[in-house]
Each structure stands twice: as C-alpha cells, then as structure tokens.
C-alpha cells in the first residue's frame, strides 16, 4: 500500500474547504436566502461535508488529488461516526493534526489515528476492493 505526502492531503482540504466556501457564496447570493434569519446550516456543511463524502464515495480534493480515506483495521469504507470523529479533530487541531505524519511509517495524521482511519492511494484501494470481491470478502 501507498500513502499521499502531507502536501497532497493539505491541498485536498483546502479544496475541500473551497468546495464548501463556495457552496456557502451561492446560497447567500441565491433567492433562497434570507437575511433576516439566522441559519446554521452553514456549520453542519462544514462538519457533515467530509464524512458524508467519504461514506459513500469521496471528497473532490479526494478525488482530484487520489487518495481515499479506509477504515484502518481493514480499509472498508469509513462509517459515518468514525468520520465525523476524524473531522472534528483535523479541523480542532487544524495543521497540528497533520504534525505526526512524517514519524508515522503509514503517515497517519493525529486525526486518523484517533479515528482509526488511514489514508491511501487510490489505485491501491481499487485493487484492494477488486481483491476483496473476487475472494468472496476476504482477499485472494
């Protein structure tokens, strides 16, 4: 297995976080929104974001910069809750969170290890799931 340098996995937040930014801009300037009410909404895009993205498919700076997020005990999709552990940490601690990863043989960041996720490369999560549904779930 192959691990993105913490370059690739800072420049895929920050996507991540422009992706967001942006959706924000057009809802404020959309004729759904009202000034006059307060909307929290734009708190649960940023924390619900990550998690839900990576449930089911992934982030576009996953996408963009190919990387996945896996559960580490068996690198299946990462459930909803480990997900939101792993983004509250990452964005609580911010680049700090990103600080373990160069004395890490796997480059898990605090934040993974916390959430017991690891990041790797996207070709070798493919073939990591061609492997597994070939061999019945288990791999060949």
């Known amino acids: 297995m192959r691990y993105p340098s913490l370059l690739r996995r800072v420049l895929a937040t920050q996507i991540d976080v422009f992706v967001i930014l942006f959706l924000l801009y057009l809802f404020a300037h959309s004729p759904f929104y009202n000034g ?13 974001y990550e998690p839900v993205c990576t449930r089911y498919l992934c982030t576009l700076g996953q996408f963009l910069l190919r990387f996945r997020v896996r559960t580490f005990s068996d690198h299946s999709k990462v ?17 700090l969170s990103f600080l373990l990863m160069p004395r890490q043989p796997q480059r898990r960041a605090f934040h993974d290890l ?25 791999e060949a």
């Open 79 to 95: 459930p909803l809750w480990r997900g939101l552990v792993r983004v509250l940490v990452k964005y609580l601690l911010g680049i």
């Open 36 to 48: 006059e009410v307060e909307t929290y909404w734009p708190l649960w895009l940023f924390i619900l």
């Open 114 to 138: 916390i959430a017991g996720t690891i990041v790797l490369e996207a070709v070798d999560v493919a073939e990591h799931d061609r492997l597994t549904i070939v061999g019945g779930g288990r």
